[in-house]
């Protein structure tokens, strides 16, 4: 089979490039979901009322023990059986963050663990209030472990969003296998998707190392 | 008057480990007193309950005669809620074996930061404060400077500095200058002299630095096992102990210096 320069550039491309805003909005989305949803599921981890943590504590285990693809189903097929029917990119966008979170716990977990717990007893010497604790003294000093940690967990998230093509959502991986479905011709479509994924994954990574050597600076000096 | 500190039948456990059993210590205001004894007696915990770090099992904790640990109910008592603890809690400060200062924040920050956050002060006021106790500890040379551009004596003593800018009337020396090297031992211990000998803070040392207690200490407890075995004034407490287990480990450290 001959490579077809005029099909790449004129078909593919064109394409790709319209859902490739698909793809980062799934990913953006899905990673702010893991993070915000993430920090507090370790917290009530992390509580006291043991009801609350081994609650939590199961739900990480079982959302890290099934595989994303059966989640995202999950979510698509059979929500709508109990009412609850929502559009694919936003039932993806769930799938993945909720699946992120619950790994993501397990980074700020790490991150917390390493502030030393002299801190937090200087901090209850100091009369300081929980929260204020937790915002200025022990997240700041938990970021270093955590920021390389969670850019990771961004490129996978954005690796893991063709799972959405199972859904139907227009990202580069579903608009790519609609072209070979269309035309029999797969191999421009898969190559030039694979080729966007790495120049992506190769600029968060160095957004992420830009964002990292920041921390630490701030908090390391 | 009701005494500054105390401890009334105060016992910790860890697990079947007895640490605190049954302790009762009173400690007038003003009072600078030296607990002294053997590493795992238990000295340290002492100040922990104090500082709320850890919670105790039985007994009670009170300040100028009120209830910390713990609030009346009927003829009983029950454990005080996190608003008592933390309302109360401003009249202690504490300095710690390992100095804690917050690594990400410069001396200055260090010893504004609860001040405003817990206090309430205005950031001025607050820095104010702040530089005036860092030219007492001898450090306002170096508002500027991270924990880690500093000495383990210079973080000692911006860690005293911290305690001091929130105003405490206890303060609580864990083992002050084990961490340190033995060159900066005497700058700490000369600014705690000092706040011994010229504030009225109702002090609280747990150090193995003999002589240094016998100088500044009204009175020195020799714990041992979770309990106090004998106490008494500097003076006759070094030169005429009574118990056996006191002149027993007294012989040992001194021998040692």
Redesign the interface.
């Given at each position: 089979m001959e490579w077809d320069w005029e099909f790449t550039w004129n078909r593919v491309l064109p394409a790709m490039l319209e859902a490739l805003p698909v793809t980062i909005q799934a990913t953006v989305f899905s990673f702010v979901l893991a993070v915000v949803v993430g920090l507090p599921l370790m917290l009530l981890r992390k509580s006291s009322i043991r009801l609350v943590s081994v609650v939590v504590g199961e739900f990480i285990e079982f959302v890290r023990g099934t595989p994303l693809l059966v989640q995202i189903f999950f979510l698509f097929f059979v929500l709508p059986e109990f009412g609850i029917t929502l559009p694919p990119l936003l039932t993806g966008i769930l799938a993945i963050g909720l699946y992120n979170a619950a790994l993501c716990s397990e980074v700020f977990r790490a991150g917390f663990d390493a502030v030393p717990k002299g801190q937090w007893e200087a901090a209850t010497a100091l009369n300081l209030s929980p929260r204020r604790t937790l915002t200025a003294i022990i997240i700041p000093q938990s970021l270093p472990p955590i920021v390389p940690a969670l850019g990771n967990y961004l490129i996978v998230i954005f690796k893991e969003t063709p799972l959405l093509s199972f859904v139907a959502v227009a990202e580069i991986m579903h608009v790519a296998k609609g072209i070979g479905v269309e035309t029999y011709r797969f191999t421009e479509a898969i190559t030039i998707a694979g080729i966007l994924f790495l120049i992506l994954s190769l600029i968060a990574a160095a957004l992420v190392g830009i964002v990292e050597r920041y921390v630490i600076r701030k908090v390391y000096h | 008057m009701a005494p500054k500190i105390t401890f009334d039948n105060v016992t910790k456990r860890y697990g079947d480990l007895t640490v605190l059993d049954g302790l009762n210590l009173e400690i007038e205001e003003g009072e600078v007193v030296s607990i002294i004894g053997p590493s795992g007696s238990g000295k340290t915990t002492v100040l922990r309950v104090l500082?709320?770090?850890e919670g105790i099992q039985e007994g009670v904790i009170s300040l100028d005669g009120e209830p910390f640990t713990h609030v009346r109910k009927g003829d009983g008592f029950v454990p005080a809620k996190?608003a008592h603890i933390?309302k109360l809690?401003?009249k202690?400060?504490?300095v710690?074996q390992?100095f804690?200062?917050?690594?990400?924040m410069t001396t200055l920050q260090n010893c504004i930061?609860?001040p405003v956050?817990?206090l309430g002060l205005r950031k001025d006021e607050a820095v104010e404060r702040a530089r005036e106790l860092l030219g007492m500890v001898g450090m306002a040379e170096k508002e500027d400077h991270?924990p880690?551009?500093l000495s383990g004596g210079q973080q000692q003593r911006v860690a005293i500095a911290?305690?001091l800018a929130?105003r405490p009337e206890i303060l609580l020396f864990d083992e002050p200058t084990s961490a340190l090297d033995p060159e900066m031992v005497g700058e700490v211990l000369s600014v705690i002299r000092t706040l011994a000998a010229e504030h009225s803070y109702t002090m609280l040392l747990v150090t193995h630095q003999m002589g240094f207690a016998r100088e500044v200490s009204d009175r020195i407890l020799f714990f041992e096992s979770g309990k106090f075995v004998e106490q008494g004034h500097p003076d006759t407490f070094f030169s005429n102990p009574q118990h056996s287990r006191t002149k027993e480990f007294l012989a040992k450290v001194l021998e040692a210096n």
């Open positions: - | 500082m709320t770090l996190p933390r809690r401003t202690i400060g504490m710690f390992s804690n200062l917050f690594p990400h930061e609860a956050q817990s991270y880690s551009q911290r305690a929130m």
